[in-house]
């Protein structure tokens, strides 16, 4: 080979006095930041920022598969996850659960009847979870099982909690949210990963400005 011609040069930065916009970097202004933030989120594995689990889409399918790889004959309840963490007496929601005909719901870990009047502690976190369905796991309640997993992902977002009786409960969820935490990212784009945009504010601080001074330092 004599000569190859036409590559554009890996970096050629501009000496540009005019522009003092203090966000300007070498990234921005060489354009290295817009190729960085596509190449994360086309190649990016999301991880949830609270227990560093790896994050995946599940579809109903294969949730219904890893439940009927459960057990012969185990007890399960299929929670649908409606407050986690919020404080408040969630009057709302629990009325809104009895109005749609559910009899049973899962507050902070006890079982409650919807019939029952329920108060709760306004200035507490709480955990609500309807229970949607209890099955025992055994061939020929897939159609069942499907139906109420969809009840659930449309009451709770895309999350789902699997109780089983003496057993560890398995958590589930449709969307990139960490089913553990519960911790719920946007499908990574290139925006994410942006320090001029809301959506690449780090989940803590919600907060671009601290993202913002790491990246420059
Ligand atoms: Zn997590």
Redesign the pocket.
Same mark, same amino acid.
């Given at each position: 080979m004599e000569s190859i011609e036409g590559l554009s040069p890996a970096i050629s930065i501009d000496q540009k006095s005019t522009n003092r916009n203090p966000r300007s970097t070498v990234g921005t202004v060489t354009e290295i930041y817009d190729y960085m933030r596509l190449l994360y989120a086309r190649i990016g594995i999301p991880h =949830? /920022? $609270?227990? +560093? $689990?790896e994050?995946h889409k599940q579809t109903i399918d294969q949730m219904v598969d890893q439940i009927m790889a459960m057990p012969e004959r185990a007890k399960i309840q299929l929670l649908a996850p409606v407050v986690r963490g919020r404080k408040g007496e969630h009057a709302k929601v629990l009325e809104h659960a009895r109005k749609s005909g559910y009899v049973r719901v899962r507050i902070d870990g006890n079982l409650y009847e919807l019939s029952e009047e329920i108060k709760l502690e306004k200035n507490i976190k709480h955990n609500i979870e309807i229970v949607v369905d209890r099955l025992i796991v055994k061939e020929g309640i897939e159609k069942r099982l499907t139906d109420s997993i969809e009840t659930v992902m449309e009451l709770s977002n895309g999350l789902m909690t699997v109780d089983v009786t003496d057993g560890q409960p398995v958590n589930f969820s449709q969307s990139f949210s =960490? /089913?553990? =935490? +519960?911790?719920s990212v946007d499908e990574v784009e290139p925006r994410s990963f942006s320090f001029n945009n809301p959506f690449g504010a780090c989940l803590n601080v919600s907060a671009w400005g601290i993202r913002w001074s790491l990246m420059r330092s």
């Open positions: =949830c /920022p $609270k227990c +560093g $689990k994050i =960490c /089913p553990d =935490c +519960g911790v």
